[in-house]
C-alpha cells in the first residue's frame, strides 16, 4: 500500500518542485532550391528567445536572408535587435527597444534604429490578442550610393493576433516610421503571417512582408515584397 501511495504521490511533487519555465526559444529555418531552365536558390535563418518574470519581459533576435538567381545574388538582408519592457499596470507597458540592419539590396549597408515608448494590451482574451506601441527614437544609416544619413524618428506599431490551438495562429502587424527631419521620408512595414503546428516542438509558418520607403535612395525602388514559408523549432 505504501509502494501504491508513493507511486501517485511522487511525481507531483517533483512537478511541483519544478520552477515554471519563464523563457522560450523559437528557431527558424527557410530553404528553396530550383534548377533546369534557371537556378535559383533562397535560404532563411532566424532565431527569438523570449524571457518573462513578474513585471519585466525581454526579446532578442536574429535574421537572415540570401537569395540567388542563376549564381547571382539578388538578395541579401540582415537584422538583429532586443526589446525590453516593464509593466506598469495588467494593460500597460514601457519599452526599449533597439534594432540593427543590413540591406544593400534596398539601399543601405547599415542601419541603427533605436526607440523608447509606451504600450497597450487593447484586447487580451484566450483567442485574441491586439496590443499597440507609440513611441520616438533615434535612426542613424550608413546608404549605399549616398552619404549617411541621419534623424530622430517616431514610431507606431500595432499587432494582432488570432489563436486558434497552442500551436497555430494567425498574426497581423504594422509599422509606421516618421521621419522628423523630412516628413515625406516616411517609412511603411507589415507582416501577414499564418503558423500552422506540426507537433509540440515543430510548425510551419508562411509570411508576407511589404516594407516601403517613401524617399528611397536614388536608384531603388520604394516597395520591397517577400513571401515565405518556414519551418518553425519550439523549445
Same mark, same amino acid.
Given at each position: 500500500?505504501?509502494? +501504491?501511495?508513493?507511486? *501517485?504521490?511522487?511525481?507531483?511533487?517533483?512537478?511541483?518542485?519544478? $520552477?515554471?519555465?519563464?523563457?522560450?526559444?523559437?528557431?527558424?529555418?527557410?530553404?528553396?532550391?530550383?534548377?533546369?531552365?534557371?537556378?535559383?536558390?533562397?535560404?532563411?535563418?532566424?532565431?527569438?528567445?523570449? !524571457? =518573462?518574470? /513578474?513585471?519585466?519581459?525581454?526579446?532578442?533576435?536574429?535574421?537572415?536572408?540570401?537569395?540567388?538567381?542563376?549564381?547571382?545574388?539578388?538578395s541579401?538582408?540582415?537584422?538583429?535587435?532586443?526589446?525590453?519592457?516593464?509593466?506598469?499596470?495588467?494593460?500597460?507597458?514601457?519599452?526599449?527597444?533597439?534594432?540593427?540592419?543590413?540591406?544593400?539590396? &534596398?539601399?543601405?549597408?547599415?542601419?541603427?534604429?533605436?526607440?523608447?515608448?509606451l504600450?497597450?494590451?487593447?484586447?487580451?482574451? =484566450?483567442?485574441?490578442? *491586439?496590443? @499597440?506601441?507609440?513611441?520616438?527614437?533615434?535612426i542613424?544609416?550608413?546608404?549605399?550610393?549616398?552619404?549617411?544619413? /541621419?534623424?530622430?524618428?517616431?514610431?507606431?506599431? &500595432?499587432?494582432?493576433v488570432?489563436?486558434?490551438? $497552442?500551436?497555430?495562429?494567425?498574426?497581423?502587424?504594422?509599422?509606421? *516610421?516618421?521621419?522628423?527631419?523630412? $516628413?515625406? @521620408?516616411?517609412?511603411?512595414?507589415?507582416?501577414? =503571417? *499564418?503558423? +500552422?503546428?506540426?507537433?509540440?516542438?515543430?510548425?510551419?509558418?508562411l509570411?508576407y512582408? !511589404?516594407?516601403?520607403?517613401?524617399?528611397?535612395?536614388?536608384?531603388?525602388?520604394?516597395?520591397?515584397n517577400?513571401t515565405?514559408?518556414?519551418?518553425?523549432?519550439?523549445?
Open positions: 500500500m505504501l509502494s +501504491a501511495v508513493s507511486c *501517485l504521490w511522487l511525481p507531483a511533487l517533483w512537478a511541483a518542485d519544478v $520552477p515554471a519555465k519563464n523563457w522560450k526559444n523559437e528557431g527558424q529555418v527557410a530553404f528553396l532550391s530550383t534548377k533546369g531552365n534557371s537556378q535559383s536558390r533562397t535560404l532563411g535563418a532566424g532565431d527569438k528567445f523570449t !524571457w =518573462a518574470k /513578474d513585471k519585466d519581459a525581454l526579446d532578442l533576435w536574429a535574421d537572415a536572408l540570401n537569395v540567388e538567381s542563376d549564381n547571382t545574388r539578388t541579401e538582408r540582415y537584422s538583429a535587435g532586443e526589446k525590453a519592457e516593464r509593466k506598469l499596470t495588467d494593460r500597460n507597458y514601457v519599452f526599449e527597444r533597439g534594432l540593427w540592419e543590413s540591406n544593400r539590396f &534596398a539601399g543601405y549597408s547599415q542601419r541603427y534604429d533605436v526607440s523608447l515608448g504600450g497597450r494590451h487593447m484586447l487580451m482574451t =484566450a483567442t485574441n490578442e *491586439l496590443f @499597440g506601441e507609440l513611441g520616438a527614437g533615434y542613424n544609416e550608413q546608404l549605399v550610393r549616398a552619404p549617411r544619413n /541621419d534623424f530622430a524618428s517616431g514610431r507606431l506599431y &500595432a499587432k494582432y488570432r489563436i486558434f490551438t $497552442p500551436t497555430s495562429k494567425f498574426s497581423q502587424d504594422g509599422e509606421y *516610421l516618421h521621419n522628423f527631419d523630412d $516628413p515625406n @521620408g516616411y517609412r511603411v512595414n507589415t507582416e501577414t =503571417a *499564418l503558423t +500552422a503546428g506540426l507537433s509540440n516542438h515543430l510548425a510551419l509558418k509570411s512582408e !511589404w516594407k516601403h520607403v517613401h524617399e528611397p535612395p536614388a536608384g531603388f525602388k520604394r516597395d520591397d517577400t515565405l514559408v518556414s519551418l518553425l523549432i519550439n523549445y
